[in-house]
Structure formats: C-alpha cells, structure tokens
C-alpha cells in the first residue's frame, strides 16, 4: 500500500514539474524573409524586410538589430520597448522605430489567445545578421 502512495506521489510531483517546465517556455516568433535588395546609392548597405508572426504568448529574447528597423503591425496586438524607453502597445496599423544602437528589451504578443503579425524593414549593413542576442 505505502508503495503504491510514493508511485503516486511521485507521478504528482513529476507531473507538476513538467507542467511548471513546459508554462514557462514561451512559443518563439516565427520569421519569413520577404525581400532583400542592395541600396546602390549607399555602398556596403542593404534592406531587408521580413514578416514576424508571434503565436499566442510568444515572447522575444532581449536583442539588437544593428540596423534602422520599421515595423508594422498587420494582425493582433504586441508590446515593444527598446531599453531607456517606455514599453508600447501596438495594433493593426501601428509602427514602431528601433535605430541601430537600441537594445530591444521587450518583443511580445500582447495575447496568450490569438496570433500578432507585423512587418519590419530593415536598413542594415550587407550581410549581418537580423538580430543579436544581448545578455
């Protein structure tokens, strides 16, 4: 009986950490490449725009671009906030700024129910990467 009562108890426990584990890891933003084009009127630059989707509750690791970034939103509800500014909520039709040394503090869908979708130009160095982490 004592035997079956720790099986139990250990299902429990298993189970509630994998439920703590599993809450705690946010869905990732899922990202398309639309379009690249070199700028021949500004040597060594390109822009770059992409489409973001945010499933519901995505949450966007802390990051830089090293780039002039315009984004616009298409579809459901997001908050930005680059580091020393105020954290914004934005919807269909919104825009956001982040220039080349902002740190991007907060990228999130506003909702854990629907989808976000947004577009964003980038005006970058030929060749970088579309963001950096940042510790």
Do not use: W
């Amino acid at each position: 009986m004592h035997s079956i009562k720790r099986v139990g108890l250990a299902l429990v426990v298993g189970c509630a950490a994998l439920a703590a584990n599993t809450a705690q890891a946010a869905p990732e933003a899922i990202v398309k490449e639309l379009m690249t084009k070199p700028l021949p009127d500004y040597p060594g630059k390109e822009a770059l725009m992409i489409s973001v989707e945010y499933p519901p509750g995505a949450v966007d690791p802390v990051h830089r671009h090293d780039a002039h970034a315009y984004l616009y939103v298409l579809e459901g509800t997001i908050v930005m906030q680059v580091k020393g500014g105020k954290a914004v909520t934005l919807k269909p039709g919104d825009t956001f700024y982040e220039g080349p040394d902002d740190i991007h503090t907060v990228g999130r869908n506003a909702s854990n129910t629907k989808r976000a979708k947004f577009i964003v130009l980038l005006l970058k160095d030929k060749g970088k990467p579309v963001l950096t982490p940042v510790q």
